[in-house]
């Protein structure tokens, strides 16, 4: 077996990969798809983790042969950035061992997504890709969708990042004009716009491990999103799930045609679905770990994460099958109701004297000036509550909410 673990874009909670396979006797050699991280990734990116690093500049026959170097038998995405770059190494290096090359853009790509799910029969959201004003206006009176509620989203884009609502009668040309054009926090030009029909209903975090195309639970979660004028899907609260629960039990079946449709079938797996009055309808679905903190907040729920997942079937050769829920915890994610001056730190003090409370980190001094959270990046604070009692955790929930809500911010 090779001593060294190729790991492209060891970013987000991709980073923990490199201690992980050290501790499993691996090196870990980080290939970055840039020659800097996207701007929402500069913070977690971590040279000093790598003995070794290489730096895609566009060459891609180049750096396979410098790769060649460690006898790869293997190679990893480590974030939502280093996905596409991850499957062209792999089938110039070791063909065969990831996942179905040709629909690699249907694992990053929102619109080749639903591409892939329509080919293979699997429902799916009305959604069109386009950077034609015109053809959107055509395609929403064709489908009936013209003044009613919408999602308006780059393809490309990632953690809720200029995701918008349309409410019923919106200028849905407002939005279009917003996103196109731009560039958003992976660092990419948004070059076309992605319209969706508006999904009502419960949204989840499906998150698996696929080894030759048999597909496993990692964790389950259930989400609580809010919306802020015309920007939905901010973070606000995430409750793991039991794998014997009636909604996993519910969302499972239709998750593994999601992965067999856009060709996981090796590694992580990172689906958002949400449950509608027509049944399970796929948000987006990523080839890597999840993000946000979530490779923490899973080992604690469960024992186990997509990491520890990897490195076991990578190192080890074993798998998994399923998970249990060894303790209910619940994720708050503090908002910002607008941009200003953190003026009250102090509002969370007497936070860790909460029978459930385990961790939180608030992202900004007192007195400093912080963004108006509008995804995942711009949160204020987070919170994880753990207990065996699930009315406790309810209970004290509500206390981390009137803590939130007493939160001051002044205007700059």
Known sequence: MSKYTIIVDPLSTGQEYAAAFKEAGQ????????????????????????????????DLPSLADALKVYEPEYLIAGSEAGVELCDQLTELLVPGTGNVFELSTARRDKWQMAQALARAGVPHLRQLCTADPAEAEQWLRDNDLLGRRLVIKPPKSAAGDEVYTVFEG??????????????????????????????????????????????????????TKISRGDKIGIYHRIDFLAADDPEVLALWPYTQQVLDAVGIRVGCGHAEVMMTP????????????????????????TGDNHIKRTVAHRVRGEFRESFDLVQHLRGIFISAYRTGYFRNREVFDGIDGLKSFHWMKILHDEDAIVPETVDLFTCLAWVILIHSDAQTLDDDYQKVLAMEKAIVIDQP
Request: charged share 25%.
């Open 170 to 223: 919106g200028d849905w040309r407002e939005r279009f004009d917003r996103v196109l054009g731009r560039d958003n926090k992976m660092g990419l030009r948004n070059d076309a716009v992605l319209i969706q029909e508006y999904a009502e209903g419960t949204e989840y975090l499906v998150d698996s491990y696929s080894v030759d195309g048999r597909h496993e639970l990692v964790d389950v979660c259930r989400y």
């Open 278 to 301: 027509d049944g399970p309808r796929l948000i987006e679905v990523a080839a890597r770990p999840s993000g946000g903190g979530h490779q923490m907040v899973s080992e604690l729920a």
């Open 27 to 58: 090196t870990p050699v980080a290939v970055l798809s840039g020659l800097e991280p996207a701007p929402a990734f500069t913070g977690s990116w971590h040279p000093e983790d790598f003995e070794h690093i290489h730096y895609f500049e566009g």
